[in-house]
């Protein structure tokens, strides 16, 4: 088990035919992922064409649903179109299947038209909206696995460690960090940075307690807002598997944008600091420095009679 | 991005919001006729800085920093004050408690006519991230500072959480107006004032509206009589007016040339110098740094692409500051191949004669081939492993210097 996707997951890339959707496309089918066409307006019935192999595209995402039966979304749309492919994905596989997963690496979608399109996935409880803003989800597997996203699969190893983060390349140290001990991952989530996004810390961590793969779990949040706060808050009395966690902005200034449109500390809320205090409260265990977060998961796993 | 309080007030003209008659002037002259010209015996002298508290601050005379008037928003009886304020405000520095002790030079002044105020009241629209919606919230607390509102009388703010498929609604404005204890003409005037003022947030693509004071005039007529408005960056694109309300003189001059090579820096007042790829890896770096005992020089976000050129830029920009002892570059290569960050560091170093000491850190994509290239290069650049060994290696360095 893994959480949301599967191995083995069918996987449509919308924006499929521009530059950053095809070099991401075929680093994703590189890896394994069972990548089953993509989705560009105006450009349906041509192929694109993956590690030597043909893929069609489709105009539209109820097309590409109805002939592929796809799991799963990843959006690689520019900013002032992807807040309207998060709505056709997630209206598509709402009316189609009930459910599926859409994921949106995108950077730099105006915040009123995430406000729209989260409110629109949440009327359509079946979908979930991953990003945007963010890496992606990756769940490894024996050979290969699903990597619906921007991250570099080789790091990667199946194991028993969920991690989930606000951001990229943060979530690539802690990946790192688990393999150090000689463990790999069940699932690995980038929520993104943006201050309106999709799935958040609570769904996550909800979605690990419930997976019998996964039995430790690394949380990485960083400054503004108070989501990390409300997370510990809720895994303090609903979470049984062990926590690690790391914050990042220990150092950042008041009232300055630190490159996540989210990262910001305004009117004195939203520091490190408090997250830490919220982590510590709550019973997880926290890294001050992310190159120690192996060695605290390993404390961890032991104190859980899980090494 | 934030805009003044002159272009904010066009702003709510334009969207129906009454707001009341003023010029903007970037001279004593022009002060003199604007109140001439508005034909009210009493006016507000305002400065205009991208910073509250103005009518707190202290303004210092830019060279000496002689104390030059205690102020930043003055209300004028006569042409004479206005002369007197005026000139004590232009080409002098505001220091207000938002601006930091380095205060900001007043370039630009407004002169506005004054109003019969019955009461002042507290108003701000924002997009909430707990709600994921636009949140509007009102007080009868105005001209205070909200901070200490929320944290000594929380019960005196109102909130109304506006659902983005129904819009800002009729039993919502009512409710929230009944609440500031308006009635009749003046709650009639209320809801108005606050479907133009949403409808506008919506159009313009704002992220924060605050009006403090939002006031009621002796007539029952609700009016904006302060506006602080910023937009979302990430709407640039369908607003092609933003960069004439833009002032630039406001923005960090290196933070501008940073976002037009594609970087995100901010300055900070440390002397290790940090180049990243990633916002959370980056402010990460500078934590360490601090954790073992260093003082970051900045933040600076390479991105996920960053090819030779950007890390070229991205080292000059660090070596701009005098403070900078040491750089740390921390890259963890995902689509990015460390052998290309290693040849951009040694092209770097090389063109900008490099003097200051140089950890690298490498790992992700391609690891072992950067970290040979940096071990072939004849340059003085010091190999970490992982992130705790770059910053103690970069603190020891320049703790060796001093």
Redesign the interface.
């Known amino acids: 088990m893994s959480i949301w996707i599967e191995e083995d997951a069918k996987v449509l890339v919308q924006g499929i035919t521009g530059k950053q959707g095809m070099f991401h496309a075929d680093k994703m089918v590189e890896y394994g992922t069972n990548i089953v066409g993509g989705c560009t307006p105006g450009k349906g019935g041509q192929t694109v064409e993956l590690q030597g192999k043909p893929f069609p595209v489709w105009h539209s995402m109820s097309e590409a649903i109805e002939a592929t039966d796809a799991d799963a979304t990843v959006i690689y749309v520019p900013p002032p179109f992807a807040a309207e492919a998060i709505m056709e994905a997630a209206d598509a596989f709402d009316t189609i299947k009930g459910e599926g997963v859409v994921v949106c690496i995108t950077e730099g979608i105006p915040t009123l038209d995430m406000v729209k399109a989260v409110a629109y996935v949440e009327n359509r409880p079946g979908v979930r909206l991953i990003g945007p803003n963010c890496p992606g989800i990756i769940t490894p597997g024996e050979k290969g696995g699903a990597k619906i996203g921007i991250m570099p699969g080789h790091i990667h190893a199946k194991g028993r460690i969920g991690i989930v983060s606000k951001s990229g390349t943060l979530t690539y140290e802690a990946v790192a960090q688990t393999m150090s001990i000689d463990e790999g991952q069940s699932t690995c989530i980038g929520i993104g940075g943006d201050p309106v996004n999709g799935t958040g810390f609570i769904d996550c961590l909800a979605a690990f307690e419930a997976d019998p793969q996964t039995e430790a779990i690394i949380m990485i949040g960083e400054i503004g807002g108070n989501a990390e706060q409300e997370a510990a808050a809720w895994a303090a009395g609903n979470v049984t598997k062990p926590i690690v966690g790391f914050v990042a902005g220990a150092t950042a200034p008041p009232g300055k944008r630190m490159g996540h449109a989210g990262a910001i500390i305004s009117g004195g809320k939203g520091t490190a600091e408090e997250k830490f205090e919220a982590f510590r409260a709550a019973g997880i265990a926290c890294a001050m420095d992310p190159s120690e977060l192996g060695k605290v998961l390993l404390e961890s796993l032991k104190a859980a009679g899980l090494r | 991005m934030n805009i003044h309080e002159y272009q904010g007030k066009t702003l709510l003209r334009e969207n129906n919001v009454a707001v009341l008659e003023g010029v903007h002037c970037t001279t004593v002259e022009q002060a003199l006729s604007a109140y001439d010209s508005l034909g009210s015996k009493v006016v507000a002298v305002k400065s205009q800085i991208h910073a509250g508290g103005r009518g707190k601050g202290t303004l210092y005379h830019p060279e000496t920093r002689e104390h030059v008037m205690d102020g930043g928003v003055k209300i004028a009886f006569s042409r004479e004050e206005v002369e007197s304020y005026a000139t004590n405000i232009l080409g002098n520095i505001l220091v207000t408690i938002?601006t930091g002790d380095e205060g900001k030079l007043v370039s630009n002044l407004y002169i506005e006519a004054g109003c019969d105020i019955a009461h002042e009241y507290y108003l701000a629209l924002l997009?909430d991230?707990?709600n994921?919606?636009?949140l509007i919230m009102a007080s009868t607390e105005g001209g205070m500072d909200i901070?200490d509102v929320a944290h000594n009388t929380p019960e005196l703010i109102h909130k109304v959480v506006v659902?983005?498929?129904a819009g800002l609604l009729g039993f919502q404005k009512r409710d929230l107006g009944m609440s500031l204890g308006l009635s009749g003409a003046a709650l009639k005037s209320f809801g108005k004032m606050l479907s133009n003022m949403y409808t506008m947030f919506?159009r313009e693509?704002c992220?924060m509206v605050e009006i403090n004071p939002l006031v009621r005039t002796g007539a029952d007529e609700i009016v904006a009589l302060d506006s602080k408005i910023s937009f979302?960056?990430?709407?640039e694109?369908?607003h092609k007016n933003w960069d004439d309300l833009r002032d630039l003189s406001e923005e960090e001059d290196v933070e501008i040339r940073a976002k037009e090579t594609g970087l995100?820096y901010?300055k900070?007042d440390g002397n290790i110098g940090c180049l990243?790829?990633?916002?959370?890896?980056?402010?990460?770096t500078?934590?360490?740094?601090?954790?073992y005992g260093g003082e970051?020089a900045n933040?600076l976000?390479v991105g996920?692409g960053a090819n030779e050129e950007q890390v070229k830029t991205a080292f000059s920009i660090i070596l701009e500051d005098p403070n900078v002892k040491g750089i740390l570059v921390n890259i963890?290569?995902?689509?990015m191949r460390c052998d290309i960050i290693a040849r951009g560091v040694i092209a770097a170093t090389e063109a900008l004669s490099l003097e200051v000491p140089l950890v690298v850190r490498l790992?992700?994509?391609n690891v072992d081939e950067g970290k040979a290239i940096l071990a072939a290069s004849t340059l003085n650049i010091h190999p970490a492993d992982?992130?705790?060994?770059g910053?103690q290696k970069i603190v020891a360095l320049i703790g060796g210097d001093e």
């Open positions: 938002q997009v991230r707990d994921k919606s636009v901070e659902d983005p498929n919506v693509d992220v979302d960056e990430n709407a694109f369908r995100s901010v900070l990243v790829n990633g916002a959370g890896l980056a402010m990460a500078m934590d360490v740094i601090k954790l970051p933040f976000d996920g963890f290569g995902g689509i790992a992700g994509t992982d992130l705790a060994e910053a």
